[in-house]
């Protein structure tokens, strides 16, 4: 059971880690990344295009240009062909190889600016000479030739002009025996290519806003489907406020928070005491309607950076700042104060525990960040704090102080040491005698449990039994103290005392099990101790638990030869009931009878006629925590059976408590002979 609810705790630990660090943040990066890989993409092919376009241009002007070459390279000595050459409209001038001009066609308007230009994906690469009668092209800072988009676009914008754009350039061609060929050549850009080049790039653009367009949609829509889910996993469906989950993720962001470093925030835990009645009276829906209202009057307070929200069933955490206790105090019984007059026709009552986390303070005096400290553990110290208050406590207000924690401190130190504790048996069987209270003589004895630790000393159980029995380890207690308390009777008797029954406490946990008798059977054979001397006590409170399996379990006990007891009555709410069911053989009447305002006339009447009922009922009476003469005088004139108390004994340890018990006479007379 510890081990599954450790688990389940790790998973939900696990589970609001992955929701505190979750956002829509993550969609959005991706499908950002998406619209820059896609518009990289078509920028890309665009430029492919417009490589290609140029290329094309180009190569319609240099094959010109490299057809007159080949001609004049093939007939420069025949008059035909030069005359046909002639005739071209390209201008050009060859030079030999020591670049001296050997012949001259039309006008060299060649100036000094040369780049480079390279086509063909950079495999080829010319220099290109700028055409004085032109400004479309330019030279970068890299010596590159590049064409004047600005020229280019004022051309293009230009619609009283119809002509072609034809840009010179001249261009080396080399020839055979070092000669060479410079000629010019016209890139020619018509409007309808240009156009249609801009019809391309604008079809580029548009899917490339399509694709954005659709691209944040779906980004906007992740966004909103996201706050959507988070504010469901972070809603209250009883309250329609926050929940649980909401409170540990941004409460632990908002006290660990570097900019809130400077503040005093105290956790809170607030109960509503009568909603379990009240749904009684009324309906779950309505009582659900009312945790809606408190939830809404309780937001209603709230300052910036505080929190609110629904933890457990009648169970509110809040998140508050604070300047000082005082103050805070005063705030949250103004909160009590109104949540009391929720309804005109009840009067309500609300508990409040708090626990503090004020500013950080570093061994210089210096205030700095607050790290690791979890709002979940301050909201279970300003819970155990609440549960000071006690259950029959009204309304009120408990903070969470240094008494407190060393409350918890020292439930984990017990928690921690007992498994070892038992294994080592250093919980020691402590012995306290009952008696005739008409005879004095010894009738039986109450085992019960002490911690002799070697590393915190002698330890009563109110320090460890309340802890055992929250965290179910009292069932090993009971377990250990029977076993141990079986073998001292059996040791007894084999050394010849004239034993009495001895009582062992056994808790209401045991009687989840069908076959407890059968296992405190099986413990005290084991021993090879008779059952009669065994008493099995149970707690009055155990009688109000699963009352058939009770009965079934007492019946079965007796039927071995057990007596059993019932511990503690008139402690609570006894029922006189559960007397005529439960086929009891001692009833043990609470010291309470005995102290305070239950003493006097009144108590004694109360106590005489709960003797005469046991009597009449073939049960024995105990009265237990009696320490005063005249209790025992009017105990032994009611009748009643023994009484255990300071009186006549303390618990004692087993040695002293066999100083108490007398040996047969045989017994004594075999000791005798042994010392002579």
């Known amino acids: 059971m510890t081990n599954t609810k450790t688990q389940r705790k790790k998973n939900n630990e696990k589970l609001y880690k992955k929701i505190r660090n979750t956002s829509s943040w993550g969609s959005t990066v991706v499908y950002l990344l998406m619209i820059i890989l896609f518009i990289a993409m078509l920028v890309v092919l665009a430029g492919f295009v417009l490589q290609y376009f140029v290329e094309t241009k180009y190569a319609e002007g240099y094959s010109e240009i490299e057809h007159t070459a080949r001609l004049y390279e093939m007939g420069s000595d025949d008059k035909k062909v030069m005359e046909y050459i002639e005739s071209g409209d390209s201008d050009f001038y060859v030079t030999d190889q020591n670049g001296k001009i050997i012949y001259r066609k039309g006008k060299d308007t ?38 004047s988009v600005g020229k280019f676009i004022e051309w293009f914008t230009d619609v009283a002009d119809d002509e072609d754009a034809k840009v010179p350039v001249w261009v080396n061609i080399s020839l055979s025996g070092g000669r060479k060929l410079v000629g010019k050549m016209y890139f020619i850009i018509t409007k309808r290519d240009t156009i249609l080049v801009v019809e391309l790039m604008s079809a580029f653009l548009a899917i490339v806003i399509v694709f954005c367009v659709l691209a944040f949609v779906r980004i906007i829509r992740s966004v909103v489907n996201y706050r959507r889910v988070v504010r469901l996993f972070y809603s209250d469906p009883t309250t329609g406020g926050h929940n649980w989950n909401w409170y540990v993720r941004y409460g632990d962001e908002r006290i660990n928070s570097l900019r809130r470093k400077k503040e005093s925030f105290a956790v809170v835990n607030i109960v509503f005491r009568n909603y379990r009645n009240y749904c009684l009276c009324h309906s779950m829906a309505e009582g659900e309607d009312l945790l809606a209202e408190i939830n809404y009057q309780l937001s209603q307070e709230l300052g910036k950076d505080e929190m609110c929200a629904h933890a457990t069933m009648s169970n509110f955490a809040m998140l508050l700042k604070y300047k000082s206790e005082q103050q805070l105090r005063e ?8 949540l009391r007059g929720i309804e005109s026709e009840h009067n309500f009552d609300f508990q409040i525990g708090a626990d503090l986390i004020p500013p950080k303070v570093n061994d210089g005096g210096k205030i700095v960040r607050r790290k690791g400290r979890s709002v979940e553990n301050a909201y279970n110290n300003a819970c155990a704090a609440r549960a000071e208050l006690g259950e029959t406590e009204e309304s009120g207000v408990r903070i969470f102080d240094n008494a407190l924690f060393e409350q918890q401190r020292w439930r984990d130190i017990v928690q921690q040491h007992q498994y070892n504790a038992l294994k080592n048996e250093e919980f020691v069987v402590y012995y306290q005698p009952k008696y005739d209270p008409r005879t004095n003589a010894l009738k039986g004895a109450e085992a019960l449990v002490r911690w002799d630790s070697p590393e915190f000393g002698f330890v009563t159980p109110g320090r460890i039994i309340p802890i055992f029995e929250k965290n179910g380890f009292i069932t090993e207690i009971d377990h250990y103290m029977l076993k141990h308390v079986a073998r001292d009777q059996k040791a007894w008797l084999d050394e010849g005392y004239e034993c009495v029954p001895v009582s062992v406490n056994v808790s209401r946990a045991h009687f989840i099990e069908t076959d407890l008798a059968q296992q405190i059977r099986d413990i005290v054979d084991a021993a090879q101790c008779p059952h009669g001397l065994i008493e099995i006590e149970l707690t009055e409170s155990a009688f109000f638990d699963d009352k058939k399996a009770m009965i079934a379990t007492i019946r079965k006990l007796k039927e071995y030869g057990f007596a059993v007891s019932m511990d503690d009555f008139g402690a609570g709410y006894s029922s006189l009931n559960s007397l005529k069911d439960m086929p009891l053989d001692v009833l043990k009447l609470d010291a309470d009878f005995f102290r305070g305002e239950n003493a006097g006339q009144r108590g004694e009447i109360v106590v005489s006629e709960a003797i005469r009922l046991a009597k009449s009922l073939d049960m024995r009476t105990v009265a237990e925590g009696i320490e005063q003469k005249d209790q025992v005088d009017f105990l032994a004139q009611q009748g009643c059976d023994m009484i255990q108390g300071y009186y006549f004994a303390k618990p004692m340890p087993k040695n002293e408590y066999t100083e108490k018990m007398s040996r047969s006479d045989s017994a004594q007379n075999d000791a005798h002979t042994e010392m002579q």
Do not use: A, H
């Open 110 to 147: 060649r100036t000094d600016t040369s780049g480079k230009v390279s086509f063909l994906n950079g495999e080829e690469s010319y220099t290109l000479y700028v055409d004085s009668e032109t400004d479309f092209l330019y030279v970068d800072n890299d010596s590159n030739l590049r064409l």
């Open 331 to 338: 705030r949250l019984d103004g909160f009590i104060e109104k």
